[in-house]
């Protein structure tokens, strides 16, 4: 696997990343005989090839950087893409909300680029599995791409479909959908996942918010949440702290909801109210009368 995160040492295949001066970053494999061309020189791949993850090297030129192990956010930044991407201060909250681990089965449809793919074949490990529905051919290569030069390729099932036909899949973990008019599939999205499974949309405007949430309530999902992620960093200086010039604020609304199964039981009534499940189940019973 090309991105190993538990050595203490670089090996031949492994990911590496060069950070200079300015915080000018490179992200790439380590090959025998390779070099790596740098605006500040040269450096070649057999002198990093052993070094201890965290050592000092140095450019042709003489310019100094540092040997480390990219993270899962500097991947995320540097993946080549012809989408929007998915920002990492999203995708951390999303995988901890929706209790993303090891071993699960989780499904997303508009792979895209593949970011958040790449984030939840991260988090599913070997014995999980990803499965990520995309109706255009070249975003889902690009997102195939993007997979592989990780390895995690093995973690995940490409479907090129458009989702309005339904998913194959049932009793998933949970699920990320992350297309434009996503009320237009809820009620597939409830087919595809598991009794209390948990559910995820991401979309940029109040409006399509609005709708979605009313396609939430008449499909039977409960525990609504609605929210969005603000990031501001601080200049790491002891005398003079202070927030950075520039913040990443609103990149978008955050939707969380689970899949609930109500009951005919007049003593949950006060409960489905609260959830405002109730007066949905009402409303589709007189429709079926």
């Known amino acids: 696997m090309p991105w190993n995160l538990s050595s203490t040492h670089a090996q031949p295949g492994d990911l590496a990343q060069l950070v200079g001066l300015r915080h000018k970053h490179y992200i790439f494999p380590l090959v025998p005989g390779g070099l790596m061309h740098t605006h500040r020189g040269v450096l070649n791949h057999d002198d990093l090839i052993g070094l201890a993850w965290g050592s000092q090297v140095f450019s042709h030129q003489g310019s100094p950087f540092f040997l480390l192990q990219p993270s899962l956010a500097d991947i995320l ?22 209790s993303i681990g090891p071993g ?27 499965v990520t529905y995309e109706k255009r051919p070249e975003f889902q290569q690009l997102a195939q791409k993007n997979l592989s030069r990780l390895g995690l390729e093995g973690r995940v099932a490409f479907k090129l479909r458009d989702i309005a036909e339904g998913f194959d ?38 409006n399509q ?3 979605l949430l009313y396609a939430l309530r008449r499909t039977h999902f409960a525990f609504i949440e609605v929210c969005e992620i603000m990031l501001r960093y601080y200049k790491p200086e002891p005398t003079r702290l202070r927030p950075t010039d520039r913040m990443v604020a609103h990149t978008g609304f955050l939707t969380f909801a689970r899949r609930i199964e109500p009951g005919e039981d ?18 589709e019973t007189k429709e079926t009368l």
């Open 209 to 211: 918010v609005e709708t």
């Open 169 to 206: 899949e049932t009793d998933a973990d949970a699920f990320f959908l992350d297309v434009a008019n996503p009320w237009d599939y809820i009620a597939q999205v409830r087919r595809a996942l598991k009794p209390g499974g948990f559910f995820c949309n991401l979309v940029p405007t109040f």
């Open 77 to 98: 930044t540097e993946l080549k893409r012809s989408t929007q991407i998915m920002y990492p201060k999203d995708i951390g909250f999303i995988l901890t909300t929706l």
């Open 104 to 130: 699960q089965t989780v499904m997303e449809a508009g792979t895209g680029s593949g970011s958040m793919t790449v984030a939840l074949a991260f988090a599913v490990g070997p014995q999980g599995r990803v």
């Open 266 to 283: 007049a003593r949950a009534r006060e409960l489905m109210e609260e959830q405002d499940v109730y007066e949905n189940s009402q409303n």
